[in-house]
């Protein structure tokens, strides 16, 4: 905390809140939920904070670092504080992965030609690159690395919340069997037409 602030860390925190499947899985939820599906991430938020608070209360009861795997250790021994250390570490890993592998995708949609599969692997290859060598550097500039994805990413959330139209997104038309696809901060382009479709309709009554 001395090193990167207080608000540093909890931008930390919020970067391992909001990981990757919050913009890889409005798509699916929405074809299933409809709108509904924002309210499903409502409550699986609430159930998160159930979860943190767990953490909160349990890391009250000790002075040293170590998080989790000092928790499992002290509760349950030190073969089940290994095993949760090494848990820790595959999240990371993969977590990390993950949003990699969801950033070209996402680049491909506004230029075609990074969604091959050379250009994915420069592009994935590239950033986690950057980001190990800015926390190499140090960790004022992790911790500015890190301070800038959490912004990055808030700043998408709200742009999502506000490009949600309840109204316009339908599980299954069941018509030509379309389903809608929300993607990061705004509808995709199933919903564009849906918008188009409106009003004109309206232009024509009127």
Not at 94 to 103: C, E, F, G, M, V
Not at 153 to 160: A, N, P, S, T, Y
Not at 166 to 185: F, H, K, N, T, V
């Amino acid at each position: 905390v001395r090193a990167m602030g207080r608000w540093s860390v909890a931008a930390l925190i919020l970067n391992f809140v909001i990981g990757a499947s919050v913009f890889g899985l409005p798509k699916e939820t929405s074809a299933l939920l409809g709108p509904l599906s924002p309210w499903v991430y409502v409550a699986a938020g609430a159930a998160i904070l159930c979860i943190a608070a767990c953490f909160a209360e349990v890391s009250s009861y000790f002075d040293q670092t170590g998080g989790p795997y000092l928790y499992a250790r002290e509760a349950y021994g030190p073969f089940l504080g290994i095993l949760v250390a090494w848990l820790l570490v595959l999240v990371r890993v993969a977590s990390i992965a993950a949003n990699a592998n969801l950033l070209t995708p996402y680049l491909g949609q506004i230029i075609p030609h990074l969604d091959t599969p050379l250009a994915r692997a420069l592009i994935i290859t590239g950033f986690l690159w950057t980001i190990a060598t800015l926390n190499i550097v140090g960790v004022k500039t992790g911790a500015m690395t890190s301070n800038a994805f959490a912004w990055i990413k808030v700043g998408v959330l709200v742009l999502f919340l506000r490009a949600w139209h309840p109204s316009e997104i339908i599980a299954d038309d069941g018509a030509d069997g379309r389903r809608p696809a929300i993607a990061g901060a705004a509808a995709n382009d199933s919903i564009h037409e849906a918008e188009v479709r409106r009003r004109e309709g309206h232009a024509k009554d009127s």
